[in-house]
């Protein structure tokens, strides 16, 4: 059940990062691909990512917790994961980014 809440939160998440790409996309009239612009690239990269790699990480966290993990360590890793990635939204969305 903890699984649950996370999932909802990153889905949430998820809709925001979607959103971001639409709002690009429209502002600068880019149909396929991103049309050379830096913000809308950024942008499509924050959200693939995100479709990419937290599926699998839920996952990880779901057999965690279907095993037996306690909801202290199951709460801590899907904090971790929600923090994490809305890191890697906000630094990858940044011109330059800070990390770079």
Do not use: C
């Not at 649950?4 to 949430?12: G, M, S, W």
């Not at 913000?39 to 279907?66: C, D, W």
């Amino acid at each position: 059940m903890i699984t649950a809440v996370y999932a909802a939160l990153l889905a949430v998440l998820f809709v925001v990062l979607s959103v971001a790409v639409i709002r690009q996309r429209r502002r600068l009239q880019v149909a396929l691909g991103s049309g050379g612009h830096s913000a809308l690239q950024r942008a499509m990269r924050v959200q693939a990512n995100f479709a990419e790699y937290t599926p699998f990480a839920l996952l990880l966290l779901f057999l965690a917790e279907y095993s037996g993990l306690t909801g202290f360590w199951l709460h801590l890793l899907g904090a971790l994961l929600l923090l994490g990635r809305l890191s890697h939204a906000y630094g990858v969305s940044q011109d330059p980014e800070p990390l770079k």
